[in-house]
């Protein structure tokens, strides 16, 4: 059974960093692509980021480029969101998501974790 | 960035009905287009993909079709189960941007 527990969410000022991990576990997690997805809630869905299985590849939405950075260990199968320069609208849960497709990354979400939650406020 | 149209936001229908959720993209997307489905407290769920790809282990009441720029997500008969919070997502190009969603209710 895939298994993905993400960490270190929390409430943090405008501006400061924050450092989200996920564990992953109950499927070969270097044969797929990873994600991160947020949602305000209440609200809709938002793609954040994603990371080849090689990690040759990184995406990020708009929103959080130049501020976020996605990584990936294979060894200890996890997942890392190293947010800086968090605004007040970064607030939202935040999923970690395992690609559908094995190999290269489709995009298509097909595993989700319950998210951890990040508030900025001051 | 593509920009992607759930119709209706919000949707009341009984158990049994046949409903259709119209989801319309900005500029052509293909087939790279997928449904996913949120019950409130949950995690979302694939429940199509390619347009009309039917998840394994999905039942065959959810089907999905179109291409291009407008797609339909159809749920026949549906079951008490399925009233939830659907949204579509194109994979089509960055960024993968996600449908406002359309919320089915219980009529």
């Known amino acids: 059974e895939v298994q993905l527990v993400e960490s270190g969410g929390g409430l943090v000022q405008p501006g400061r960093s924050l450092r989200l991990s996920c564990a992953a576990a109950g499927f070969i997690f270097d044969d797929y692509a990873m994600h991160w997805v947020r949602q305000v809630p209440g609200k809709g869905l938002e793609w954040v980021s994603g990371v080849s299985w090689t990690s040759d590849s990184l995406r990020y939405a708009d929103s959080v480029k130049g501020r976020f950075t996605i990584s990936r260990d294979n060894a200890k199968k996890s997942l890392h969101l190293q947010m800086n320069s968090l605004r007040v609208e970064d607030t939202a849960l935040y999923y970690c998501v395992k690609d559908f497709r094995a190999g290269s990354a489709s995009y298509v979400f097909g595993h989700w974790g319950q998210g951890t939650p990040v508030t900025v406020s001051s | 960035d593509i920009r992607m149209t759930q119709s209706p936001s919000s949707l009341s229908a009984s158990v049994g009905d046949r409903v259709t959720i119209t989801c319309r993209a900005s500029?052509?997307?293909?087939?790279?287009l997928n449904w996913y489905q949120q019950k409130p407290g949950k995690v979302p769920k694939l429940l199509i993909y390619?347009?009309?790809s039917l998840r394994s282990g999905v039942p065959s009441r959810f089907s999905g079709s179109g291409s291009g720029t407008e797609f339909t997500l159809t749920i026949t008969s549906l079951q008490p189960e399925d009233f939830a919070t659907y949204y579509c997502q194109q994979t089509y190009t960055s960024p993968y941007t996600f449908g406002q969603g359309t919320k089915l209710e219980i009529k």
């Open positions: 500029q052509s997307v293909s087939d790279y």
């Open positions: 390619a347009a009309s």
